[in-house]
């Protein structure tokens, strides 16, 4: 915006001398001096059109990535849910994840209470039947990880590969405990996804704050700094959630 700003500043005073050269340089140098300070004229204005239309196209660009992206870090997000569901916890290797999805069983279950002899309670009373309330879990059936999540598309193979940007990125998969609590992280900077872009471009993305856009540098979901399983997203960039 400044560039842009100080472009038209130029101009308007580049027309200003051109006003004041009509009005007081002798005629017979006008018609060369006119012609250079419209050619400038003409370029500024140019280089003003083209600045903003890049940062149009930058936009544009990077709303297609981010969205690309987003979808893989959810499928990443799902995977690594089932996979807590089996295994009390998250994993931080794709190998693991990946094999877990190809192989994996989640069961399904039922919560029903039923009443027991609660035996301390009968001894306590003197051999007075004393009943208690008890939860069991009973397992239905299982479900194949594969194709629930990602129903016949052999896409969890890859799902390590950030997949746009920088060629061979690859997404940093953490996964730890908070306390009691277990809790990953999966993540990508955005200079990785928009590593062929321009570099003030991608400066200037970098400092976004913003309820309609990614905010920070990082495009992740996840954390390890607190229990949140949910991405830096706003749900504009998916239809997935």
Do not use: C, H
Request: hydrophobic residues 40%; aromatic residues 10%; proline residues 2%.
């Amino acid at each position: 915006m400044e560039v842009i700003i100080a472009i038209v500043v130029i101009i308007v005073l580049t027309i200003g001398i051109v006003w004041l050269i009509d009005k007081f340089v002798p005629k017979k140098i006008k018609p060369v001096i006119n012609i250079v300070l419209w050619v400038l004229i003409f370029f500024l204005g140019y280089k003003t059109y083209m600045s903003v239309y890049k940062e149009i196209e930058f936009n544009q660009l990077k709303e297609k990535r981010f969205a690309l992206v987003i979808d893989r870090l959810i499928d990443v997000r799902d995977a690594q849910l089932a996979y807590k569901d089996v295994n009390g916890t998250y994993t931080d290797s794709f190998d693991k994840l990946i094999n877990f999805v190809e192989t994996g069983k989640v069961p399904i279950t039922q919560r029903r209470d039923t009443l027991v002899l609660d035996e301390e309670r009968t001894k306590l009373f003197g051999g007075v039947e004393t009943m208690k309330t008890i939860t069991l879990i009973d397992t239905l059936s299982f479900y194949s990880v594969k194709d629930s999540l990602f129903k016949g598309s052999d896409r969890y193979k890859t799902m390590m590969n950030v997949g746009v940007g920088k060629e061979g990125a690859k997404f940093k998969l953490q996964a730890g405990k908070l306390e009691e609590f277990a809790v990953f992280e999966a993540s990508v900077e955005k200079s990785v996804i928009l590593d062929d872009q321009e570099p003030y471009l991608v400066e200037k993305e970098n400092q976004v704050v913003s309820v309609d856009g990614v905010n920070g540098p990082t495009l992740k979901v996840g954390s390890m700094t607190e229990v949140f399983t949910k991405g830096n997203w706003p749900k504009s960039y998916t239809n997935k959630e």
